[in-house]
């Protein structure tokens, strides 16, 4: 996955009630590792309260309110990781050759493919 770093080793793992939800952050992120921990800290809570609806059985309004909470806070981090990842490795000055633009420009394609599905 070329840059990337997966945190299962730290344990950086949420699980979710309908499968796993990984971290995956890119080299350069390590800058920013604070704030985008805290970010996740704050996702894994809302998960929890998502599980938490749905084993109290909540009403349908409340439980698809987390969903999209859940995913609004996942979807703002994904934006944040992508930006650093677009100017460290695709706009930076640093990055002058070609080719290294080309893999950054394709691991970034690959993770918006997955990412959309």
């Avoid at 890119?26 to 996702?43: E, F, M, P």
């Avoid at 998960?47 to 409340?62: F, Y």
């Avoid at 806070?73 to 990781?81: H, Q, R």
Wanted: glycine share 10%; hydrophobic share 40%.
């Amino acid at each position: 996955m070329g840059c990337c770093i997966l945190y299962a080793t730290t344990g950086l793992r949420y699980n979710v009630p309908n499968g796993v939800l990984w971290v995956c952050l890119v080299s350069h992120t390590i800058r920013g590792k604070t704030k985008l921990l805290a970010r996740v800290r704050r996702i894994g809570g809302q998960v929890g309260a998502l599980e938490r609806a749905l084993e109290a059985e909540r009403g349908c309004a409340e439980v698809l309110q987390q969903i999209a909470a859940v995913r609004g806070a996942v979807n703002g981090l994904m934006v944040e990781v992508m930006e650093e990842h677009i100017e460290s490795h695709l706009t930076s000055p640093t990055t002058v050759s070609r080719a290294k633009r080309r893999q950054g420009a394709d691991e970034l394609m690959d993770v918006v493919r997955t990412y959309l599905r």
